[in-house]
């Protein structure tokens, strides 16, 4: 069951922060975040796994509460390069079967 | 570069054509993985093969069928689809078929049926 990811879309300015946001009706195993820039192949971010580990990018910030079974994804300080489609995709029994949300659309401008 | 290539990039074909699809990753993994991509809708799980066998079939069509002779090497054919198979097709690898690994997708192939 595919999650639920909000805002659907934000515009920043480059500098600004914004958060996105991955929730998930069903208990988690972990959350990988990816990210596409259209017509590009998505690219991992992040892995946040329950017990508290994390795998990614170090200037990524990210959140995994799993008692709420929710992810978030902390663009800091954004630049233009941060712009893109935002993907966050659940893995409930450890088996990297994901499933994939719509998408947060990003676009970070001058 | 990802590691992960696909041809061909693009692909026009007919209801009634056979083609396949080809991806190929240079990064020493086992687990190998087709998703669908079609607009406005999220990314979708087709198959998923670990170390070259098969382990899933999310409900796929039987139009679509997937090879994958090693490790490195996963195919797509293709028979008499619908106009509505139109979509990016996207392979991705993972080291493991197991939690916490991440996967690498390639470039995908822009798939038209007319």
């Known amino acids: 069951q595919q999650p639920v990811q909000s805002p659907q879309a934000v515009i920043l300015r480059e500098g600004e922060d914004a958060v996105i946001n991955c929730s998930s009706s069903?208990?988690?195993?972990?959350v990988h975040w990816y990210r596409q820039k259209h017509g590009e192949a998505p690219v991992f971010l992040m892995i946040l796994l329950k017990g508290g580990e994390q795998k990614g990018h170090e200037k990524i910030s990210a959140s995994f509460n799993e008692k709420k079974q929710q992810s978030s994804l902390y663009l800091t300080a954004s630049q233009l390069s941060y712009s893109g489609t935002y993907f966050c995709?659940?893995?409930?029994?450890?088996?990297?079967?994901?499933?994939f949300g719509k998408g947060n659309q990003v676009v970070v401008i001058p | 570069e990802t590691g992960v290539t696909q041809t061909p990039r693009h692909l026009v074909m007919g209801m009634t054509n056979k083609k396949s699809l080809k991806c190929e990753q240079h990064l020493g993994h086992n687990a190998m993985y087709w998703y669908k991509q079609s607009a406005k809708k999220p990314l979708e799980l087709m198959f998923v093969?670990?170390?070259?066998?098969?382990?899933e079939n999310n409900s796929v069509p039987s139009r679509f069928s997937p090879e994958c002779p090693n490790s490195s090497h996963l195919f797509l054919h293709l028979h008499t689809l619908q106009p509505e198979d139109s979509a990016l097709y996207l392979c991705?690898?993972?080291?493991?078929?197991?939690?916490?690994?991440?996967?690498?997708f390639g470039p995908g192939t822009r798939l038209t049926v007319t």
């Open positions: 093969y670990n170390f070259k066998e098969q382990t």
């Open positions: 991705a690898s993972s080291l493991y078929l197991a939690g916490g690994h991440e996967q690498y």
């Open positions: 995709g659940p893995d409930l029994y450890g088996n990297n079967r994901l499933a």
């Open positions: 069903k208990a988690l195993y972990s």
